[in-house]
């Protein structure tokens, strides 16, 4: 099997839900960490790869690392997957909480 055939599989298996309320308020699952926030734009590290969102005025309104859930409220115009290659130059938000 390729390489490309494996991903297929493995993501196929995974379920991540985003529920986008209004362009107000994110909710997504399947979060395994969150890389880098400010109100313009958070970067949210997923089981099928990097969420970026951007807007403004946003804030993460709920972090649970147990269910793996994170919601972003704020005026949220694009959201965005790409490949896990993100350049950790400082601790992930997660990271600095358990510090």
Do not use: A, P
């Not at 313009?40 to 089981?47: A, L």
């Not at 005026?75 to 790409?82: D, K």
Request: aromatic fraction near 8%; proline fraction near 0%.
């Amino acid at each position: 099997m390729s390489n490309v055939e494996d991903k297929k599989s493995l993501q196929s298996s995974i379920v991540q839900n985003i529920f986008l309320e209004n362009r107000e308020k994110l909710n997504i699952s399947g979060v395994i960490d969150v890389l880098s926030f400010d109100d313009q734009i958070v970067i949210v590290e997923t089981e099928l790869g990097l969420l970026t969102v951007k807007g403004e005025n946003l804030r993460i309104n709920k972090l649970s690392i147990d269910t793996s859930e994170v919601i972003v409220e704020g005026e949220i115009y694009n959201l965005g997957y790409s490949e896990k290659e993100y350049s950790k130059k400082e601790t992930s938000f997660i990271g600095k909480l358990f510090k």
